[in-house]
């Protein structure tokens, strides 16, 4: 049973490099999100999603674009990759809203 | 002012102490409250729900107070395990909104 999972594990960007975090779940969950840890700061939401062909912005969406095209993945898109963007990125995954979200490993992206 | 706003810690406790956590939540239309635990450099996985009723899972009990806008998380009987960060979340429409976490070491 998989779960959610994210890929890559890890990664190093220029400055200017564009890329993609992939989410994928086998739950069948209708609701997947992502969110950015950074020290001191918990998780913030940037994205998410109640269903296929639905998202909606978070707390901090600037800099990312997200689609949902199956229910089965969320993409994370990076357009233009900042220093600021150096984070821990986790998807989540969950039935609906109400439900308690199930976390992937998490991605860990630095900027340079 | 954060929305959802813990205590950082850490707290450092022996085994087998009680400690208990509260978090405080700005938003009065908040419809649902968790308690997460995540372990360092992990991901978060829930810990427990929090209702209006209180509710307990064993070590752990979980209180809500909506009228002063606050949750507490409490541990009994703290094991070494039970080392980890505690994030207080809480549910605004579809959105949720994350503690930055309350550290916890418990030491023989």
């Known amino acids: 049973n998989a779960g959610v999972t994210q890929t890559p594990k890890f990664q190093v960007l220029k400055t200017g490099q564009s890329m993609t975090l992939q989410c994928a779940q086998d739950m069948n969950h209708e609701y997947m999100s992502w969110y950015r840890q950074d020290p001191g700061m918990g998780l913030r939401l940037i994205h998410y999603?109640?269903?296929?062909?639905?998202?909606d912005q978070g707390e901090v969406p600037n800099g990312y674009n997200v689609s949902r095209s199956t229910t089965e993945d969320f993409p994370l898109r990076l357009l233009s990759a900042a220093p600021s963007q150096t984070s821990v990125y986790f998807c989540?995954?969950?039935?609906?809203?109400?439900?308690?979200?199930?976390f992937g490993d998490g991605t860990r992206l630095s900027i340079l | 002012r954060k929305e959802v706003e813990q205590d950082p810690g850490p707290f450092n406790v022996p085994e087998g102490a009680t400690v208990a956590f509260n978090c405080t939540y700005s938003n009065s239309a908040s419809q649902s409250f968790f308690w997460y635990r995540q372990d360092c450099r992990k991901e978060p996985k829930l810990l427990m729900s929090?209702?209006?009723s209180g509710n307990e899972d064993g070590r752990f009990t979980a209180q809500l107070n909506r009228a002063s806008q606050y949750i507490s998380l409490l541990i009994r009987d703290s094991k070494l395990s039970d080392s980890a960060t505690y994030l207080c979340?809480?549910?605004?429409?579809?959105?949720?909104?994350f503690g930055a976490g309350t550290i916890l070491r418990v030491k023989s």
């Open positions: 929090v209702y209006s």
């Open positions: 989540a995954s969950a039935g609906d809203s109400n439900q308690p979200q199930h």
């Open positions: 979340v809480v549910k605004n429409g579809h959105k949720l909104v």
């Open positions: 999603s109640v269903g296929a062909g639905i998202t």
